[in-house]
């Protein structure tokens, strides 16, 4: 696995992809880093109460609340741009002209 080069996007990811693209990058990025976020905070969480650590003062909860939602949102925003890379270059590579091979 790569992480510069990638599978050429299929027509069903492209159609999806034109789906999200339709709903805009601030839902995409807001609603993704959201859940990674909020999935990052909810997991940590309860690795501290079932290792039976203390959680710390509610200001502790909250700082790591919006840290974890920051470096979601950040994954967000290079998933956005991998999303739009692969897509432009499906677009590119479908609109071309065909070649004759005979």
Known sequence: MSLTKSEPMSSKQAERW???RSR???RYVLT???VVGGTVFLGG???DLTSGRPLGSPE???GSL???VA???LTALWMWSWGERRFGEYRARSESPKRDRS
């Open 71 to 73: 470096i979601g949102s």
């Open 45 to 47: 969480t309860l690795w």
């Open 66 to 68: 919006v840290l974890a």
């Open 60 to 62: 502790g909860l909250v």
């Open 32 to 34: 993704f880093g959201g």
């Open 24 to 26: 805009g990058k601030a």
């Open 18 to 20: 034109e789906q999200t």
